[in-house]
């Protein structure tokens, strides 16, 4: 989108409350499309900073006063205005980001009663301990320390005694959360949750669904041989299958790497990347990076984009490492979209839309440690190392992708169908893996999904970094990062917040559509690449 087709959107949209007649807001006074837009960033921005201090320092979430603040925003009468102006809308793209300003609406009426559930569960994770050999661990840090664990034995004890946790004190709560959540979807007239986001965000599920099948079928074969390589290295002689879930749990391990990439150079580390884009990071100050260590903290690293583009907060909890670079960048993808978004966009432009986009510009920059030149001549792992770390990426991400294709095939079970979780998860985890289970595996599973159908957009992300990084390197080489032109194709595509969709993004990028066909290749050529 130029420029001007841009300028031409935002004229539009400011134009859009001529088409009907507007509902009266708490001052008594006609509301406008713009007093609007300014109230839902005003509401968004207090309450991410209730919920970011709960992440960030493990501290209470008070949401009340700012909920009675804002309640006026609840009035079923401004989502059915909003819809009125989107039906109305002649331009699609008007059409469009006016539709994702009555969902922000439907969203808090579907919201509203859900609240108290979910800052149920995230209190109960923030103030969990788990008690182990006489210390108490944070429930937050102990996935952590059971990787530290050395000893298979107590490795085992302080697993189960999370997975205790889990079931006694978090599964209880999200269970009520989606008993909740689907009463919610009935009364605004949904047949269930599925029929909500599909409706509301424009996702075709039966066509992401074929897409998974497709992904998972395609990579079966590749995983296996990229496991039994990871099996036959960490256990000689062992059989994939034989492997307990504690077993496998080494083969993700990627220690004899860290060597490479030391905390005290991971912020010298991005710096030195986003500064080969000249992109013109080194000058901006809404961007803020916290990387201390406090237990409380949510390990999962997040970007928090308080609002766009002023305020943009990125939250990670280093402990050295190849993971805490991939993390770091990752979240600095996501920032930088944010940080660089057109402020004369209206706040539907800015702050929602899909986030598949942002998750794709994201990927991107975490993606970066497949490429051998970064590997070999920015970070000097030599060629041979760097080639086995990009195999074991490879693995790695062949992991995360067939999890993500199952987890969303269970979410559209779990939400769409009102039957036995527990049996629905254990068949479909156990069609598309390629490990045995125990039991106890499925236990904890059950209630683990992605708010708000997220894994959608990283599967969108998946199959659209795939094609924004093939154009990257067509364009401007294998070593894209150090081309100023890049940059600001880069910063071009950015400002424009959430205009781009899926659909548009792969069409600019010249691509028929949005699909796991080039992703795929790029997996496959991967491998390839990688072989010993």
């Known amino acids: 989108m130029s420029r001007r087709s841009l300028c031409l959107l935002i004229v539009c949209l400011s134009a859009a409350p001529i088409l009907a007649e507007a509902p009266v807001g708490p001052d008594g006074a006609a509301l406008t499309l713009d007093g609007l837009r300014q109230a839902l960033e005003d509401y968004g921005y207090e309450s991410a900073e209730a919920y970011y201090v709960g992440d960030a320092y493990g501290e209470e979430i008070v949401v009340g006063p700012i909920n009675e603040r804002y309640e006026w925003l609840l009035d079923p009468a401004l989502a059915e205005w909003v819809a009125g102006l989107r039906d109305a809308a002649a331009d699609p793209a008007v059409a469009r980001a006016l539709g994702y300003l009555a969902w922000d609406l439907e969203a808090g009426l579907l919201w509203e009663p859900l609240e108290d559930y979910y800052i149920a569960i995230l209190e109960a994770e923030a ?6 050999e006489g210390e108490e661990i944070a429930y937050r840090d102990v996935w952590e320390a059971i990787d ?42 949904y047949a269930d949750y599925v029929d909500y986001f599909a409706r509301n965000r424009g996702r075709d599920f039966a066509q992401l669904a074929a897409d998974c099948l497709f992904i998972l079928g395609q990579t079966r074969e590749l995983y296996i041989t990229l496991a039994e390589e990871r099996v036959a290295a960490v256990y000689p002689g062992r059989e994939r299958l034989s492997l307990t879930s504690l077993e496998r749990w080494r083969l993700w391990d990627d220690d004899e790497f860290d060597a490479y990439f030391g905390a005290a150079e991971l912020v010298p580390a991005w710096e030195a990347f986003i500064g080969g884009l000249e992109v013109g990071y080194d000058e901006l100050d809404n961007i803020t990076l916290d990387d201390e260590d406090r237990p409380a903290k949510e390990p999962r690293a997040a970007c928090w984009p308080m609002r766009v583009p002023e305020d943009v907060r990125v939250l990670v909890k280093p402990t050295g490492g190849f993971e805490d670079y991939q993390t770091l960048f990752h979240e600095m993808g996501h920032a930088c979209h944010f940080a660089y978004t057109d ?7 800015r702050e929602l839309g899909d986030d598949a ?33 990009r195999r074991r990426q490879l693995f790695g991400e062949l992991s995360g992708l067939r999890y993500y294709c199952m987890a969303f095939l269970y979410e559209l079970a779990l939400h769409g169908v009102e039957a036995d979780h527990t049996a629905t998860y254990k068949e479909l985890v156990d069609m598309t ?46 070593a894209w990062w150090r081309e100023p032109a890049a940059g600001a194709r880069l910063v071009d595509l950015w400002r424009r917040g959430y205009v781009p969709t899926p659909a548009s993004l792969s069409a600019e990028l010249g691509y028929e559509e949005c699909s796991p066909r080039e992703l795929v290749e790029l997996l496959a050529a991967q491998e390839r690449a990688t072989r010993p």
Do not use: K
């Open 127 to 132: 103030r969990g301990v788990i008690g182990f």
């Open 148 to 189: 530290e664990l050395e000893d298979d034995e107590r490795r085992d004890a302080l697993r189960d005694a999370a997975r205790a946790f889990v079931r006694e004190e978090l599964q209880p709560r999200r269970a009520a959360y989606l008993e909740a959540l689907r009463a919610g979807c009935r009364e605004l007239g």
């Open 343 to 349: 402020p004369a966009l209206p706040y539907e432009l």
């Open 357 to 389: 986009i942002t998750e794709a510009y994201a990927f991107l920059f975490e993606n970066l440690f497949e490429n051998p030149l970064y590997l070999e001549e920015e970070l000097e792992i030599p060629a041979d190392e760097a080639r086995e770390l």
């Open 433 to 478: 893996s390629i490990w045995s289970h125990e039991p106890e595996d499925y236990l904890t599973g059950v209630f683990e999904t992605n708010e708000d159908f997220y894994t959608t957009n990283y599967l969108y992300a998946w199959m659209l970094e795939a094609q924004l990084r093939r154009r990257l390197e067509e364009d401007f080489g294998p």
